[in-house]
Structure formats: structure tokens, C-alpha cells
């Protein structure tokens, strides 16, 4: 119980069904609808904090309470002391509207593994 507790207050947690316009704010929904997005992702979510550059830690076998049977994850974002959880979560939402009309670039990066390193040694 007392993790549960040091993670609530360290941590946001953050659903796809907080900006999500086909919900209700009873079933989860937390921005106005003129924000709010039709069926977000988790990816989404995730390059919209990249490019808020906002450190997240992800969690793809969680879901909402409202909605369990779907299971889109979550992600967790440390407590930011100058922004709101309403505040913060608005503006995932309009950087997800920005990122759907390509107005934001979203570089894909492959991250490198070890392995990867290895090979490149072994090649040159």
C-alpha cells in the first residue's frame, strides 16, 4: 500500500482515454471536446511528451478503470511544479491534434542496441 501511495504522489498517470473524444467525462474524458482527440493512441501519447520533451515511463499492460476491457496502457510522467495535470494534459491533446494534421514533424529514431554496436564493430 505505501508504494502505491509514494507512486501517486511522485507520478501523473496518464491514459489515451483522458483526451479522448468519443468519451464522456463520467467514462474518463478530462479535456473540453474542442481538445479532445478521436481514438488516441498510446504512441501518440508517447511522441507527443518527446516532443515536450517530457521524460515518460510507459506501461502498455495497464488500462483504464472505465474502459478495462480495451487495455491501451498508460504512461507515468513525473510531477512538473510549474504545470498542472488539466494543464498538461490539454496541451498532449492539442500537440496530438498538431501531430495528426502535420503541422510537427516526428523524427523516427531507432534507438541502438547493443547488439547492433557489436555488429558495427565486427563489420568495420
Not at 507520478?11 to 479535456?31: Q, T
Request: net charge positive; charged share 30%.
Amino acid at each position: 500500500m505505501s508504494e502505491y501511495i509514494t507512486e501517486r504522489n511522485q507520478y501523473w498517470i496518464i491514459y489515451p482515454e483522458h483526451v479522448d473524444y468519443r468519451l464522456s467525462r463520467k467514462l474518463g474524458r478530462k479535456v473540453p471536446l474542442s481538445l479532445a482527440v478521436e481514438n488516441p493512441t498510446l504512441n501518440e501519447l508517447i511522441k507527443a511528451c518527446e516532443l515536450l520533451n517530457i521524460p515518460v515511463i510507459v506501461e502498455r499492460n495497464k488500462s483504464h478503470p472505465s474502459n478495462w476491457i480495451e487495455g491501451k496502457g498508460r504512461i507515468k510522467i513525473p510531477k512538473l511544479a510549474k504545470v498542472s495535470k488539466h494543464k498538461l494534459l490539454k496541451l498532449l491533446a492539442h500537440k496530438i491534434n498538431q501531430i495528426r494534421e502535420g503541422k510537427v514533424v516526428v523524427k523516427e529514431v531507432k534507438k541502438e542496441t547493443q547488439a547492433d554496436k557489436m555488429l558495427k564493430r565486427i563489420i568495420r
